[in-house]
């Protein structure tokens, strides 16, 4: 496991170095000049080159990109267009409601996910396989702002129960969480289901059930660790997408989070701040898939083993 | 008359299909007696697989369920057992050996777990009792390195060394019989052999029934007492093993032992039985065979025939008109 582990994390590296340079490239095609909206309106040609070269946006591109990963390994991301303070400090303070709100959401569709999909799989087409079924087809059909504004309505404006937005308490957390992991739950609850009922018919089961084990044994020990190999590829997957998610959560639930951050640095054309966010999601969605390659590992000794 | 160890009588067995159902095993009888190796033979599908599972109520999972006729063990019926004593029951007092050593191990749990699983749920052994057991158990079975192999995975080992695995779990428990379906089919045969063998010689040691379930009649002859011919879900032909190859009665037994390659004997062309086995869910009235036999007569085609015990010989009952005058006088059926 040790050098399986060690291989993967390795293999990130030059998925990282590729990753930094096409969103660096990204950002320097995008039409428009971040010198020229510095320096306002009214600015002479002069004063928009006396900034391209404080910014270092004479120089070539290849330069540009050396600097820009030199100040980024050091921790310095650079500073806001919008509003001159650095990157850093804007992500700082964004970056820990994101987190806990994909780490709520990611829980309890992961744990609520394989509930369903496994009471689904194990009373096949009896009634609680439709009532998952009915369950898991809704959250997958019911739009996210759709469900975060009626949920709103219901336990803030009516009931009382939670705020409406906002990171002041715990208890802000709930709904938008909900809504978040609630298309997560779904897939999840569908692929587990699928995968369940497919490791039940598979012939160690049967040896399982042949030795006399109970069948909560036959279910739990047996059958769930190898379906769950197939449910964390798609989980991985869906994990990656929440920040993707979390933008339109955030904005219903007004969350000061990067997703929020991210909507108003495009808004602005604030480059520097957009180029910091691009290179978080991508290292984001690359860690996640480190985490689900190791998973592989722990769930099958067949790939820890060669 | 004395108890056999395992009695079937009149076991059916239906599935699902559609909307109706099939029946894939139509009213089967047959015993096993202490220390004896009772041989299922048939071609694929004729329900040989399906009474093996029905007798350890494996159908689960399956759209298959047991619609009539008992399997008493030691005189219990199993099929009125309720499911929790059928458990307890369950690779204890019965064990089974499956025919895919590949897939019928747990990929991503160690040997030993799923070795000391059945150990410690019916000896009720302690983890490093029956840790000790599950080891002496792979020796047992002619394992070389049973200390280590006890903490490998299923992957690390090949088809054989699996197959011996399969084995020493069923065993581990002393089962008073043991169901081996097709246990040999997926190894090579040198493999065959010592599998063989490794059966016989556990067997013998530990003087428990076996039920061996095969198409190959290469391994009946080596390892039967007796034998019964299943054809269709139904048995046609039981007798003891010399007696079904020297004087097979049923034109389907002859068939299934003609079309065995010989030796010594040049043939240009290798016998076959012509046509296939009739579809489940339409099956002839008369005689299931009748359409595939050289013999068949109008009789076979209105009406099925009985199995009937047989005069003169021991134990020896088959399923045909032509063996009827055979009968034993007032002959009880049992």
Redesign the interface.
């Known amino acids: 496991m040790g050098r399986y582990a060690l291989q993967r994390l390795l293999g990130v590296i030059p998925l990282l170095f590729v990753v930094s340079v096409l969103v660096f490239l990204f950002i320097h095609l995008i039409p428009g000049d971040p010198a020229r909206l510095i320096a306002g309106k009214d600015a002479t040609l002069d004063e928009i080159q006396g900034i391209q070269r404080q910014l270092g946006l004479d120089q070539p591109l290849w330069r540009q990109y050396i600097d820009y990963m030199g100040n980024t390994l050091r921790g310095d991301l650079g500073n806001s267009i919008r509003s001159g303070l650095p990157v850093t400090d804007l992500l700082g303070s964004s970056i820990m409601p994101t987190v806990w709100l994909t780490l709520l959401s990611m829980a309890w569709a992961l744990i609520i996910g394989l509930l369903i999909g496994m009471v689904s799989a194990v009373y096949h087409n009896r009634w609680p396989d439709y009532v998952g079924t009915l369950v898991s087809i809704s959250g997958m059909s019911i739009p996210g702002f759709w469900l975060g504004l009626v949920l709103i309505q219901v336990f803030s404006v009516e009931l009382g129960w939670v705020p409406t937005g906002g990171v002041d308490t715990w208890r802000s957390y709930i709904m938008p969480s909900l809504t978040l992991g609630a298309g997560i739950m779904s897939m999840i609850a569908r692929y587990s289901r699928s995968s369940m009922l497919e490791t039940?018919?598979?012939?160690?089961?049967?040896?399982?059930?042949?030795?006399?084990?109970?069948e909560y044994?036959v279910v739990g020990?047996?059958a769930l660790?190898?379906s769950l190999?197939q449910v964390v590829t798609v989980a991985g997957l869906q994990f990656g997408f929440l920040l993707g998610g979390s933008v339109m959560v955030e904005t219903v639930f007004s969350i000061p989070g990067i997703g929020r951050l991210l909507v108003d640095s495009i808004l602005y054309r604030d480059y520097t701040v957009i180029q910091a966010l691009l290179l978080i999601f991508a290292a984001q969605f690359i860690l996640i898939n480190l985490l689900v390659d190791l998973l592989y590992g722990v769930?099958?000794?067949?790939i820890r083993?060669s | 008359m004395t108890q056999h160890l395992l009695e079937v009588e009149g076991l059916k067995t239906e599935f699902k299909r559609g909307g109706g159902s099939v029946t894939a095993v139509a009213g089967v009888d047959f015993h096993i007696r202490k220390g004896e190796v009772l041989g299922l033979v048939g071609e694929s599908g004729c329900g040989k697989s399906v009474t093996s599972l029905s007798i350890?109520r494996?159908l689960?999972?399956t759209p298959g369920k047991i619609t009539g006729g008992s399997v008493r063990f030691e005189g219990t019926d199993l099929t009125k057992l309720s499911e929790k004593d059928m458990?307890?029951?369950?690779?204890?007092d019965l064990?089974?050996i499956?025919q895919?050593p590949m897939?019928?191990?747990?990929?991503?749990?160690r040997i030993g777990l799923?070795l000391t699983?059945?150990i410690m749920?019916?000896l009720g052994y302690g983890r490093k009792k029956a840790r000790e057991h599950a080891i002496h158990m792979l020796k047992l079975v002619g394992i070389p390195r049973a200390e280590e192999v006890i903490d490998e995975?299923p992957?690390?080992l090949s088809g054989g060394m699996r197959q011996r695995v399969?084995i020493a779990?069923a065993m581990s428990c002393n089962p008073k019989l043991l169901i081996a379906d097709e246990p040999t089919t997926a190894l090579d045969v040198t493999i065959q052999a010592q599998i063989l063998d490794l059966m016989k010689r556990l067997k013998e040691e530990q003087e428990m029934g076996m039920l061996l379930i095969t198409h190959d009649l290469g391994v009946v002859a080596e390892m039967c007492d007796r034998v019964v011919v299943m054809y269709a879900g139904r048995v046609v032909e039981e007798a003891p093993v010399q007696e079904l190859f020297s004087n097979p009665k049923h034109p389907y037994t002859k068939g299934l032992i003609q079309s065995v390659p010989k030796l010594r004997q040049k043939v240009r062309r290798l016998e076959s039985i012509k046509g296939n086995v009739p579809d489940l869910s339409q099956m002839p009235p008369g005689c299931k065979f009748a359409a595939r036999c050289p013999f068949a007569m109008e009789k076979c085609v209105a009406s099925e025939p009985e199995l009937i015990p047989l005069a003169g010989a021991s134990e020896r009952k088959s399923r045909c008109w032509l063996t009827q005058d055979e009968a034993v006088e007032g002959g009880d059926r049992a």
């Open positions: 039940m018919r598979e012939d160690y089961v049967r040896t399982a059930r042949a030795k006399g084990l109970r044994l020990r047996h660790r190898n190999i769930l099958n000794p067949k083993y | 350890m494996l689960k999972d458990r307890r029951a369950r690779g204890n064990a089974m499956f895919e897939t019928s191990l747990n990929p991503v749990l799923q699983e059945p749920l019916h995975y992957h690390q399969m779990m």
